[in-house]
Each structure stands twice: as structure tokens, then as C-alpha cells.
């Protein structure tokens, strides 16, 4: 605390990152949604070809060529995408752009767990938040959304970190009950669900999602996230972001990124291996009698049998495996377990038997 905080510096309740490794520290990293693969090799080409001199001059503001291929891929046009630093970024800057802020104003809805950056957003931003409650099996309460008067509705979906995907049939009621405020829908994950809102597209004006190259692109680490929608909400985050920085993407992630969405291939094979093998640990976990509900997403969301969640987060991280443990309401007794590799899964797992002392 300085006293040269203002107000909103001292308050506000800063986003928590997952743990980073200290150099040279060997460990097992299931607990930031990472992609335990490496990103198609085109990148390395492209980084081995930066050219010094390019990098005196700013980039280009509004990520065209990376904007031209995710519009090839993700089936629309660039006038219905913008880049940001990440979707982190996307989503601050979507915030500030469509949703009320001040005293009095309606509230943005979420749901009471989904991603912990959307009320770090709110309060930053001064947005009136309302938290509708999961459902007891975790999934998000349609209906509730559908009931609840706002000024806008934002949730992951798949959500996180319950790993739950909601029907596009209930995204669509969604929209429908809000026709005058932007519905912004997180697809994070949505690579490993295989299902996007994008085909609502056409239909509602009020539909923004948003995605990411961190987590099936394998580049957490270039920032490079994105928000599809109608042209006019692009031009409204294009004077969000005019507003605040102009160059949030800088020339080498604009460059890299362009090649590896390019290479759809490379990223769709990965998404398959870490669906595969996320698949097989759920089964494994349940066998030893964990609550893994089915996920949809490069994590698992699951429950240990015999042993609290706190207690075998901080046995895994003993034997260094990494893993999200979050001690909030209703979810304390959950681990979220990133998907890595086939080896990394199976340390995991041996080292849960370890654990419950059947190794
Ligand atoms: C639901 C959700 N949305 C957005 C993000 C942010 O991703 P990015 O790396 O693009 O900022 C994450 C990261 O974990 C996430 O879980």
C-alpha cells in the first residue's frame, strides 16, 4: 500500500495468473491451460526471417493479415474480426466498450463461477455485475440468464474452469432474451468442444465472441486473442482500443500468428491428441473415484475421492506436478487439471496412487 494509490488502486482485487515455474525449475505445468505441444514449425521460420530494421516501425494497427486468416478459417469476414494482446485484452477492451458502467446503471450478467478476470473487468471498469448461480451439476442456468433484466451477458463456453459446454440452442435463448445488449461469448476452449456460436452470427447482431491463439494455437506466450462480430461492435472496439493503444499487436505476433492459423492442419492434429488424451484421464480419475464431470475444454474440472482437493493440489506440487487449485466458494473441493502430454498425464496419475498409497 503507498499512499499515492488512488481509490480504485487500493480497492480493487487483482486477476491471480497460475503459477510460473522459476527458471531452470524442473516441473509437471497442469495449471494454466497451456498447450503441451509445440506451435506449427512455419513459426519458426517466420521468427528465423525477422528482419532487424522492421522492428523500427510500428506495426500495423489493425492486424489485417492476421485478421484476413482467421477470417478464412473462422468463416466470416475481416471486417468481423479484431486482434487484440491477447483475449484478456479483447475481453477488457469489450467491457469498456458495450457494457453500462456507473451507479444506477443495468448489470452486466454473468455466471457465479466462469472465467475470474470478468469481475476484475467490472470492477475496474465500474460495471455493475450480477452473478446468476450455476446450476448444481455446474452447468450455466439458461433459464435464469433467460429471466434476468441487464445491460449485457458475457460467460465462457465452454465454460471454465468447470470445463461444461452449454448447446448452441441454449447460447441462442440467451441472445434472443437479450436482443438490446451485446452477448459476448468466451470461446477460450471452443477448439476442443468443436462447438462455436459463430453460425449465430448472420441472425443476431448482438452476438460477440471472442477466442484465442493461447490455448489450441500453442501461443500463450505471443498474445494474439480475437473478437468475431458484426462490423459495427469491430468498429466499436477499434475506438475502445484507439482510445487507449494503438499498436496493441506488435509486428512479430502479427507475423506469427498469420502462419500459424494458416496452418490449420498443425493445430487441429494437436487439438485431437490433447481431446484423445484428455479423454482417457477422465475415464482413469473416475476409476479411482473422482467426480469429473465431462469436459469440453484442454482441462479437466474434477474432484478427488478420499483426500481434499487443497490437500492433493499441494502433495502434487511436492512432487512437481502443477496443478490450479481455487479456494473459492463451491468449487473448493476441485482441482483444474490442464491436459499435457501423454507422459505428463501419466506421471499425474501415477502420482495420485502415490498419494492415495496404492503404488
Ligand atoms: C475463459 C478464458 N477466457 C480468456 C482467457 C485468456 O486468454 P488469453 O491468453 O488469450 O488472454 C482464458 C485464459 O486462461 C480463459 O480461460
Known amino acids: 500500500m503507498s499512499r499515492f494509490w488512488n481509490e480504485k488502486t487500493r480497492n480493487i482485487e487483482p486477476y491471480v495468473a497460475g503459477e510460473q515455474p522459476k527458471p531452470g525449475q524442473k516441473i509437471i505445468k497442469l495449471n494454466t491451460n497451456e498447450n503441451p505441444y509445440p506451435a506449427s514449425p512455419k513459426v519458426r521460420e517466420v521468427l528465423e526471417k525477422v528482419e532487424i530494421g522492421s522492428l523500427a516501425r510500428y506495426p500495423e494497427t489493425s492486424s489485417l493479415k492476421v485478421r484476413e486468416e482467421l477470417a478464412k478459417v473462422l468463416g466470416v469476414t475481416p471486417e468481423q474480426v479484431f486482434c487484440g494482446n491477447g483475449s484478456d485484452e479483447v475481453l477488457a477492451f469489450s467491457f469498456q466498450a458495450f457494457f453500462e458502467s456507473g451507479e444506477g446503471a443495468a448489470p452486466?450478467?454473468?455466471?457465479?463461477?466462469?472465467?475470474?478476470?470478468?469481475?476484475?473487468?467490472?470492477?475496474?471498469?465500474?460495471?455493475?455485475?450480477?452473478?446468476?448461480?450455476?446450476?448444481?451439476?455446474?452447468?450455466?442456468?439458461?433459464?435464469?440468464?433467460?429471466?434476468?433484466?441487464?445491460?449485457?451477458?458475457?460467460?465462457?463456453?465452454?465454460?471454465?474452469?468447470?470445463?461444461?459446454?452449454?448447446?448452441?440452442?441454449?447460447?441462442?435463448?440467451?441472445?434472443?432474451?437479450?436482443?438490446?445488449?451485446?452477448?459476448?461469448?468466451?470461446?477460450?476452449?471452443?477448439?476442443?468442444?468443436?462447438?462455436?456460436?459463430?453460425?449465430?452470427?448472420?441472425?443476431?447482431?448482438?452476438?460477440?465472441?471472442t477466442g484465442t491463439l493461447s490455448k489450441s494455437h500453442s501461443l500463450a506466450g505471443l498474445r494474439l486473442g480475437f473478437a468475431v462480430g458484426d462490423p459495427e461492435l469491430i468498429e466499436g472496439l477499434c475506438r475502445i482500443r484507439d482510445s487507449f493503444n494503438s499498436y496493441p499487436v506488435d509486428c512479430i505476433a502479427q507475423s506469427v500468428a498469420s502462419v500459424a492459423i494458416a496452418d490449420d492442419s498443425w493445430v487441429m492434429d494437436n487439438v485431437r491428441k490433447i481431446c484423445a488424451t484428455r479423454d482417457r484421464i477422465a475415464v482413469a480419475l473416475r476409476e479411482r473415484g473422482w467426480t469429473v464431470p465431462e469436459s469440453k475444454t484442454n482441462f479437466l474440472f474434477a474432484s478427488p475421492s478420499g483426500i481434499s482437493a487443497e490437500d492433493i493440489y499441494t502433495k502434487l506440487r511436492e512432487k512437481g506436478i502443477l496443478v490450479r487449485y481455487f479456494n473459492k466458494p463451491r468449487i473448493s473441493e476441485y482441482l483444474r487439471i490442464t491436459i499435457g502430454t501423454d507422459e505428463e498425464m501419466d506421471a499425474l496419475l501415477d502420482a495420485v496412487d502415490e498419494i492415495a498409497g496404492r503404488k
Open 108 to 209: 452486466l450478467l454473468v455466471p457465479d463461477i466462469s472465467y475470474s478476470f470478468y469481475p476484475v473487468y467490472a470492477e475496474l471498469y465500474n460495471i455493475p455485475l450480477k452473478k446468476i448461480p450455476l446450476k448444481d451439476d455446474f452447468s450455466i442456468d439458461v433459464s435464469a440468464f433467460e429471466a434476468e433484466q441487464g445491460g449485457g451477458v458475457a460467460f465462457a463456453n465452454p465454460n471454465a474452469p468447470t470445463s461444461i459446454l452449454m448447446d448452441l440452442a441454449d447460447v441462442e435463448k440467451i441472445l434472443i432474451a437479450h436482443p438490446d445488449h451485446v452477448v459476448l461469448v468466451d470461446e477460450a476452449y471452443a477448439a476442443f468442444s468443436g462447438v462455436t456460436a459463430r453460425s449465430l452470427l448472420p441472425k443476431y447482431k448482438n452476438l460477440l465472441v
